[in-house]
């Protein structure tokens, strides 16, 4: 906040207006201007009509400032795989908002986001940021499985954030799928700050922490719904993970699957609000009320409080939301929603974060304005990027040389926990190269959900834009059979594309070249070559490979890999020789629906791998960039 102004008036005393409360002329570089003009337009008028005339239309003046606040904004607010939102605005931390969301196998995990203006997101950190904090994300198979919805708060002084490490592949009766746990930080913008997990028992996930006014602590949470749907609650030791006894307050409206429960207390209610009818198409938001934390609960005549369901809206998906006030009192809610319409075809970035306002007058149920792409209500914070953190802001793209002596990004995430021998950035004689050395097991693993300790030798970075172009050279040359690199559209083990340099048989593309074989020249036919292959594999029919023989000219060179995204529905794969861009060639075009699945969102990456074989070729890649073209919000 600004120093409060003073302006001279005529011989008089100067006057002091502080700028606190001139919310649209905080002293930012892009705003420095409006300042000087209102400034000098005070003064201009202050001799002619005196001082009498001044205070009389300083408050108009003041009036129109703030009408000229900016109320709207665009949604998602975090795009790409950021789902199961929960928020808080941390008045002591210099008035930031913290965002935290899922990750299920991703790692780092749990990426937390801040905010000081609700419009400008910077990546601040990861609460899952060191192996030995939990252990167990190296042991959990299938692809949905991994941490599921995080409950962010802070409590006199600390960071506590309440989650699930769930065994999905595990029965739905059987306890050891939840694994219920606690991190505790006293400063989230340092990744050592964030505690190893305390553990609590729930046969269920989505808890949620609350604090009474009397101090006493509380977690709720869903139930595993296949055995007993409904919301329990407990009092806890938040530093410990001692729990009391659980009991059942409330069992949503009949909506499948009540989860994602968090309680607020608002003039003398303790609301509860919970997600119903699933994570798809049916999802929507209800609450209930009490003026006992315990209940019974008073449900709310106008539920559901949130949903898109059944309309032609572009957001579907919508639900698992969470509420916060800004440092005017005003109340918003974040939630989770899906880009692409009723259809549920083609939505390769999963699940994303959406912001609504939320009008909640006192006594009073809480009214969330519906999702859509352009929003409009409270006046928004002034415009805000002095953020510290390591990360990048949430619309930025990657032009990255990985330069001796720097690491790896902050946004770079990995599939469960990586081999930290198989990454090097800038190894002797490969300056400005990421080294990877190459897993056995390729992308899809053992069965398309589990990778043993070995792990896949995979990093990458969410897709975060409808349209981008992304591409990275790579310097490969593989001597034996089936060793490749490469790079990815990656949801999860099951669900991805990949266009891979790779050894193969001279012959191996007679099938499968069909049109594209003029766009290359064709090699011998006996002995082993490079060649370029693209595959996938989804729950959702995938083109055939692709298999094409790398031209001699370009053997010996390093490859410009592509994937480029033009519209939402179809990524186009290329490759050429480095640094020849009027060279590079279509491999491929295929569409998304086939990484339009489940609860994550695409990842674009690099691997190297020897596909099962004893290869041991290194890959390095190069000039990573990702660049962000446009948003789809209809």
Same mark, same amino acid.
């Given at each position: 906040?600004?120093?409060?102004?003073?302006?001279?008036?005529?011989?008089?005393?100067?006057?002091?207006?502080?700028?606190?409360?001139?919310?649209?002329?905080?002293?930012?570089?892009?705003?420095?201007? +409006?300042?000087?003009?209102?400034?000098?337009?005070?003064?201009?008028?202050?001799?002619?009509?005196?001082?009498?005339?001044?205070?009389?239309?300083?408050?108009?003046?003041?009036?129109?400032? +703030?009408?000229?606040?900016?109320?709207?904004?665009?949604?998602?607010?975090?795009?790409?795989?950021?789902?199961? *939102?929960?928020?808080?605005?941390?008045?002591?931390?210099?008035?930031?908002?913290?965002?935290?969301?899922?990750?299920?196998?991703?790692?780092?995990? /749990?990426?937390?986001?801040?905010?000081?203006?609700?419009?400008?997101?910077?990546?601040?950190?990861?609460?899952?940021?060191?192996?030995?904090?939990?252990?167990?994300?190296?042991?959990?198979?299938?692809?949905?499985?991994?941490?599921?919805?995080?409950?962010?708060?802070?409590?006199?002084?600390?960071?506590?954030?309440?989650?699930?490490?769930?065994?999905?592949?595990? !029965?739905?009766?059987?306890?050891?799928?939840?694994?219920?746990?606690?991190?505790?930080?006293?400063?989230?913008?340092?990744?050592?700050?964030?505690?190893?997990?305390?553990?609590?028992?729930?046969?269920?996930?989505?808890?949620?922490?609350?604090?009474?006014?009397?101090?006493?602590?509380?977690?709720?949470?869903?139930?595993?719904?296949?055995?007993?749907?409904?919301?329990?609650?407990?009092?806890?030791?938040?530093?410990?993970?001692?729990?009391?006894?659980?009991?059942?307050?409330?069992?949503?409206?009949?909506?499948?699957?009540?989860?994602?429960?968090?309680?607020?207390?608002?003039?003398?209610?303790?609301?509860?609000?919970?997600? +119903?009818?699933?994570?798809?198409?049916?999802?929507?938001?209800?609450?209930?009320?009490?003026?006992?934390?315990?209940?019974?609960?008073?449900?709310?005549?106008?539920?559901?409080?949130?949903?898109?369901?059944?309309?032609?809206?572009?957001?579907?998906?919508?639900?698992?939301?969470?509420?916060?006030?800004?440092?005017?009192?005003?109340?918003?809610?974040?939630?989770?929603?899906?880009?692409?319409?009723?259809?549920?075809?083609?939505?390769?970035?999963?699940?994303?974060?959406?912001?609504?306002?939320?009008?909640?007058?006192?006594?009073?149920?809480?009214?969330?304005?519906?999702?859509?792409?352009?929003?409009?209500?409270?006046?928004?914070?002034?415009?805000?990027?002095?953020?510290?953190?390591?990360?990048?802001?949430?619309?930025?793209?990657?032009? /990255?040389?990985?330069?001796?002596?720097?690491?790896?990004?902050?946004?770079?995430?990995?599939?469960?926990? !990586?081999?930290?021998?198989?990454?090097?950035?800038?190894?002797?004689?490969?300056?400005?190269?990421?080294?990877?050395?190459?897993?056995?097991?390729?992308?899809?693993?053992?069965?398309?959900?589990?990778?043993?300790?070995?792990?896949?030798?995979?990093?990458?970075?969410?897709?975060?834009?409808?349209?981008?172009?992304?591409?990275?050279?790579?310097?490969?040359?593989?001597?034996?059979? +089936?060793?490749?690199?490469?790079?990815?559209?990656?949801?999860?083990?099951?669900?991805?594309?990949?266009?891979?340099?790779?050894?193969?048989?001279?012959?191996?593309?007679?099938?499968?070249?069909?049109?594209?074989?003029?766009?290359?020249?064709?090699?011998?036919?006996?002995?082993?070559?490079?060649?370029?292959?693209?595959?996938?594999?989804?729950?959702?029919?995938?083109?055939?490979?692709?298999?094409?023989?790398? *031209?001699?000219?370009?053997?010996?060179?390093?490859?410009?890999?592509?994937?480029?995204?033009?519209?939402?529905?179809?990524?186009?794969?290329?490759?050429?020789?480095?640094?020849?861009?009027?060279?590079?060639?279509?491999?491929?075009?295929?569409?998304?629906?086939?990484?339009?699945?489940?609860?994550?969102?695409? /990842?674009?990456?690099?691997?190297?791998?020897?596909?099962?074989?004893?290869?041991?070729?290194?890959?390095?890649?190069?000039?990573?960039?990702?660049?962000?073209?446009?948003?789809?919000?209809?």
């Amino acid at each position: 906040m600004c120093d409060p102004m003073c302006l001279k008036i005529g011989s008089l005393t100067s006057v002091k207006i502080n700028l606190e409360y001139l919310p649209a002329f905080e002293c930012h570089p892009e705003s420095s201007t +409006e300042v000087f003009e209102f400034s000098a337009f005070l003064q201009m008028l202050l001799p002619a009509f005196g001082l009498l005339t001044f205070l009389l239309l300083l408050p108009v003046t003041i009036g129109a400032a +703030e009408l000229h606040q900016n109320s709207t904004y665009h949604n998602p607010i975090l795009p790409g795989f950021h789902p199961d *939102p929960s928020c808080i605005f941390v008045r002591e931390w210099d008035n930031t908002f913290f965002c935290a969301s899922s990750s299920f196998n991703a790692f780092p995990g /749990i990426p937390i986001h801040a905010s000081k203006d609700l419009q400008n997101w910077k990546l601040i950190g990861h609460v899952l940021n060191r192996k030995e904090q939990l252990p167990g994300l190296a042991e959990t198979n299938r692809s949905t499985s991994g941490i599921w919805a995080p409950a962010l708060r802070y409590h006199q002084k600390n960071f506590y954030l309440v989650t699930t490490l769930v065994n999905d592949d595990l !029965p739905a009766d059987d306890a050891l799928r939840w694994d219920n746990i606690i991190f505790k930080a006293s400063d989230p913008y340092k990744p050592s700050s964030w505690s190893v997990a305390k553990h609590f028992k729930f046969e269920g996930y989505d808890t949620s922490p609350f604090w009474d006014a009397d101090g006493t602590s509380y977690i709720t949470g869903s139930h595993a719904w296949k055995v007993q749907p409904g919301i329990h609650q407990t009092t806890a030791n938040l530093d410990t993970g001692e729990i009391g006894e659980w009991t059942n307050i409330w069992n949503g409206t009949g909506g499948q699957a009540p989860e994602g429960p968090h309680i607020y207390l608002n003039d003398g209610y303790y609301y509860l609000m919970v997600a +119903e009818g699933g994570t798809g198409l049916g999802h929507f938001e209800t609450m209930a009320r009490s003026k006992a934390i315990g209940g019974p609960f008073e449900v709310n005549p106008a539920n559901p409080i949130l949903t898109n369901a059944n309309t032609t809206n572009y957001f579907q998906t919508v639900g698992h939301a969470d509420l916060f006030q800004d440092a005017s009192g005003n109340w918003w809610s974040v939630a989770l929603s899906t880009r692409g319409g009723p259809s549920f075809l083609n939505y390769p970035m999963g699940r994303e974060t959406v912001l609504a306002p939320v009008t909640w007058k006192t006594g009073e149920w809480p009214y969330i304005t519906q999702i859509n792409g352009e929003m409009s209500g409270w006046p928004m914070p002034p415009s805000e990027k002095d953020i510290p953190g390591s990360g990048p802001f949430i619309n930025e793209g990657d032009d /990255i040389d990985f330069a001796p002596g720097s690491k790896l990004p902050a946004h770079f995430t990995y599939w469960r926990f !990586p081999n930290p021998d198989a990454f090097t950035v800038s190894p002797p004689g490969h300056p400005h190269t990421l080294k990877i050395k190459p897993s056995k097991l390729n992308l899809t693993a053992l069965n398309g959900n589990y990778a043993g300790p070995e792990g896949q030798n995979f990093v990458g970075r969410r897709q975060q834009d409808t349209l981008f172009t992304y591409k990275v050279d790579v310097d490969f040359s593989p001597k034996s059979l +089936e060793e490749e690199a490469g790079l990815s559209v990656f949801l999860t083990q099951n669900h991805h594309l990949d266009l891979g340099i790779v050894m193969l048989p001279r012959n191996s593309s007679a099938a499968t070249l069909e049109d594209n074989t003029s766009n290359f020249a064709k090699p011998p036919t006996t002995g082993l070559t490079p060649h370029f292959r693209f595959r996938g594999i989804s729950y959702i029919a995938v083109p055939d490979p692709v298999i094409v023989p790398i *031209p001699e000219a370009w053997a010996h060179h390093a490859i410009t890999l592509q994937i480029a995204a033009h519209n939402s529905t179809h990524y186009v794969f290329s490759a050429g020789p480095a640094g020849s861009k009027s060279e590079l060639k279509e491999i491929i075009t295929v569409s998304n629906e086939a990484v339009s699945w489940g609860f994550t969102g695409t /990842i674009l990456g690099v691997y190297s791998t020897t596909n099962g074989g004893s290869g041991s070729t290194d890959a390095y890649f190069s000039n990573w960039k990702y660049r962000p073209q446009g948003q789809l919000r209809k």
